[in-house]
């Protein structure tokens, strides 16, 4: 007998794919498209076990539909600009362009292994001048398109860094990479104008039946619809020009409690006040190192400026509420100004307790609560409460109730309208960073802002840059920054500012389409391939990358890049848990444990000890993978001991794909050991004689074809873990099976067959040696024969007083008398009841037999 040898079989079977072009991506008019994508990697330089659990799924997908006669594209790239290259050239030296690329080889080469079926001829990197040069291109069809400004905005500032950081780079206020406080600084910068769109991005989110609903509600809440009151207090003793302080609030409804008027630090009246007040300088200016992200305001301490300015209450106008420049108001939302409600508001609540300011309800949980609250009471909208400040004659309603009728109230006062306003912001892409896709215009003093020309993109990078000097080096880089207008030739600079790498990611499924055009895509490739059938990823990216993407669809078919159908560019959405592993550690004096890779780790009765010295180690059981903690397994440790079909089996077998799975040495001990038994299975079939007959063909047939069924059931369905299952049960029921040869050679194809998307290479080489035709991957998918799914028997249990006591087969259409007449005459039921007549008979016809006593 053979023996199963994953090293051989996977190199031979990814060397023919390779040579037979097996998964190049032509169109063909003839076959049904089928586009399945991966959210592509950072090339970070080390694959892990997140990314076979990631790739594998959409390999089993893909392999799934060419098998269903589908024409398959199965593109593979890398997000390869970013900050953790400067970060590296900043650390050790070197290049970013050098250590993306390097690291771009060593994980290509990591991933071929695995035997995806990947059209590798499609790969690009966002780095690739022209991908890049291309994405320049957008940007100037979508300037052209009144789709990109530019102006100044408040941004989060690294002082140490010298750059813009996205509201995710700021942690506990500091820069995520330098750990400086981040300050808040008005700078010129780049927007895409995504908020035009906000209606639009929103009512579309319900065609995307294929999307998970969670992700569906996470875009939903960051859009942001609301509908409120926009209105203006007039001001008292307020400077020149500032008689009104324009007000946008979601909840008028609370406009009777008001007891302050709070503006952001970067309001216009706070500007000019501080032109003259060096203490307002002085508070505004310490407002300013405050980062702008929501955790950073809600955690931050808030703190106020009173001006003495007043402003009059729009419905009691002897009522002048203080005007405070606070901290936590931003200007880009809103209207940079609020008035304070602190009964009915967390924040306003600390604010107006630390400043002595009164605290008036509008609402209470009962006619006969207190009013006077010692924290804010804030209730659901939908919760019916007591409004004794409200703008109805109707005193108990619902938040959104008390909305409407303060809004109709105000209005037909002429105290402001009813406005309906987004919570998502112009999306802005400046970066002042050197790695990144440079933002393709330059500076005239004669002719202002000009695009570059098209034929000079793509705008490259220099190479010959340092990073010894804070800040962006392009700043530094005459040679490169100094350049002549396009529109009249006198000497100009150009935009030193990047793109934020979300740009990059933002398009990159329509350049895959077609990855060599000279235009961002070509229509023709974009027709045939777009949409995305099945994207899959992690729901990290479930806001911003998705919410980007679908933006710039609309982007790319407004300027004649993406045909229209294009306009919502993922048709199925899955997200994927991620592989967890226990953490070993061991406590170090000062308190800090040392962490230890799995491999320095032997597990015996439920401990863990370290090899080297046998001392025990405390074990975190399934946390998150991370390099951090050294709880990660290098998958091609993984491939090299066991092969690749075993680490893709496990991590499709063990949990639902939608839940994390736990790599664990004995899960992948099992995986391999059950891959050997399929492989030995095939052996002795293929050594049996020919014309041997047996017992039990239509037994081990009949359950084929239930696992034909069962299988497409849980591929289509991402049900692989159930899928596999269902296999692991077939492998058992052909080892056993005393059929024939010809049942038995018909059983184990199909299970090849069936393998197929999970293990390939098994999967190709258990083909051939049954004298399969061609390969397996361009084999049609099994059809189960829908007269074999019906059972001519059935096993029905006895229960005698709730408990289970013996089980019959009858045939599946055995009426309930004669079923009944059966089991009364089994005899562990005769021993049970001993000589006594049963009180009841309950058949459930094909399911069970209740008998009472």
Wanted: charged share 25%; aromatic share 10%; glycine share 6%.
């Amino acid at each position: 007998m053979s023996r199963y040898s994953p090293a051989e079989i996977e190199a031979r079977w990814q060397s023919a794919w390779e040579k037979n072009e097996t998964f190049k991506a032509v169109r063909d008019a003839a076959k049904p498209k089928y586009y399945v994508l991966e959210m592509f990697p950072y090339p970070s330089g080390r694959i892990h076990m997140g990314h076979v659990r990631n790739y594998t799924m959409g390999d089993v997908i893909a392999r799934y539909k060419i098998a269903t006669g589908h024409n398959v594209l199965h593109p593979m790239g890398w997000d390869a600009f970013g900050m953790p290259a400067e970060n590296a050239a900043m650390a050790i030296g070197g290049h970013p362009k050098d250590w993306t690329y390097g690291n771009i080889k060593d994980m290509r080469d990591q991933m071929k292994p695995l035997g995806l079926s990947i059209d590798w001829s499609r790969e690009f990197a966002t780095c690739d001048p022209e991908y890049y040069g291309q994405q320049q291109a957008l940007f100037l069809d979508f300037l052209d398109a009144d789709l990109v400004y530019r102006k100044n905005a408040i941004v989060n500032w690294d002082p140490v860094d010298m750059t813009v950081l996205a509201n995710e780079q700021v942690e506990a206020g500091r820069g995520w990479r330098s750990g400086a406080l981040v300050e808040r600084r008005e700078l010129t910068q780049w927007f895409f104008k995504i908020s035009e769109h906000s209606e639009e991005l929103l009512d579309a989110l319900d065609s995307l039946d294929n999307w998970p609903a969670k992700v569906k509600l996470m875009q939903a809440n960051w859009i942001g619809k609301s509908r409120g009151l926009q209105f203006a207090f007039s001001t008292v003793d307020a400077p020149d020009g500032h008689d009104r302080i324009e007000v946008y609030t979601t909840r008028p409804d609370t406009l009777l409690g008001a007891s302050f008027v709070g503006i952001s630090p970067d309001h216009p009246l706070a500007k000019v006040l501080e032109k003259d007040n060096p203490e307002v300088a002085a508070f505004c200016a310490e407002c300013r190192k405050g980062g702008t992200t929501e955790e950073a305001i809600e955690t931050a301490e808030k703190l106020g400026y009173d001006t003495g300015i007043t402003v009059r209450h729009p419905f009691d106008t002897s009522h002048e509420l203080p005007v405070y420049i606070a901290n936590f108001i931003l200007m880009d939302y809103g209207t940079g100004a609020i008035f304070g409600c602190p009964a009915h508001d967390e924040r306003d609540f600390e604010f107006a307790t630390k400043y002595d300011l009164p605290i008036i309800s509008t609402y209470l949980p009962s006619e006969e609560s207190d009013d006077t609250l010692n924290e804010a009471y804030v209730p659901a909208k939908t919760e019916k409460v007591f409004y004794n400040r409200g703008f109805a004659g109707d005193k108990w309603q619902t938040g959104n109730e008390a909305i409407d009728a303060a809004i109709a109230f105000c209005e037909s006062n002429g105290v402001g309208q009813g406005v309906t306003k987004f919570r998502l912001r112009d999306w802005g892409l400046s970066r002042q960073r050197y790695w990144g896709c440079p933002i393709p215009v330059v500076h005239c003093d004669a002719c202002g802002v000009v695009p570059e020309k098209k034929e000079n993109l793509p705008i490259e990078l220099p190479y010959d840059v340092d990073f010894d000097t804070p800040g962006n080096p392009l700043d530094r880089h005459p040679t490169w920054r100094d350049c002549a207008c396009p529109s009249c030739g006198a000497p100009a600079k150009r935009e030193t500012d990047t793109m934020d790498t979300f740009v990059d990611s933002s398009w990159y499924f329509a350049r895959f389409t077609a990855p060599d055009a000279e235009t961002p895509t070509n229509m023709e490739d974009a027709k045939y391939w777009m949409n995305v059938d099945q994207y899959i990823g992690g729901i990290e990216h479930a806001i911003l990358h998705l919410l980007y993407s679908r933006f710039f669809a609309r982007a790319m078919q407004i300027t004649g890049h993406l045909p229209e159908s294009a306009i919502e560019p993922f048709d199925a959405l899955f997200t994927q848990g991620m592989v967890t592993h226990a953490i070993y550690q061991t406590p170090k004096q000062d308190g800090r444990p040392t962490y230890h890779y799995p491999e320095e780790v032997e597990l015996r009765d439920g401990k863990a000890f370290l090899k080297k010295d046998g001392n025990e180690v405390e074990v975190v059981p399934s946390a998150k993978m991370s390099k951090s903690k050294n709880n990660v397994v290098d998958p091609l440790n993984i491939i090299s001991n066991y092969g690749a079909d075993t680490a893709r089996w496990f991590v499709l077998s063990d949990s639902p794909p939608e839940r994390d799975v736990e790599w664990t040495a004995s899960g992948a001990e099992a995986a391999f050991k059950h891959l050997g038994r399929v492989w030995n299975i095939s052996d002795r079939i293929g050594a049996m004689d020919k014309d041997a007959a047996g017992s039990g063909d239509d037994e081990l047939l009949r359950t084929m074809h239930k696992t034909i069924h069962d299988v497409t059931m849980g591929v289509e369905s991402f049900g692989f873990n159930a899928a596999i299952a269902k296999l692991y049960a077939f492998t058992a029921a052909l080892q056993k099976s005393k059929a024939g040869y010809a049942a038995q050679r018909e059983a184990v194809m199909t299970l090849a067959q069936l393998m197929s998307p999970m293990t390939p290479h098994l999967a190709e080489d258990i083909w051939t040696q049954q004298g399969g035709d061609g390969m397996i991957v361009t084999a049609p998918w099994p059809k189960a024969d829908e007269a074999m799914l019906v059972d001519d028997t059935v096993t029905m249990p006895i229960q005698i007083n709730g408990k289970r006591r013996a089980e019959i087969q009858v045939p599946a259409d055995m009426a309930k008398e004669e079923v009944e007449k059966i089991a009364l005459a089994h005899e562990a039921v005769i021993r049970t009841l001993d000589g006594a007549t049963p009180k009841k008979v309950i058949v459930v016809p094909g399911r069970i037999v209740n008998v009472v006593a």
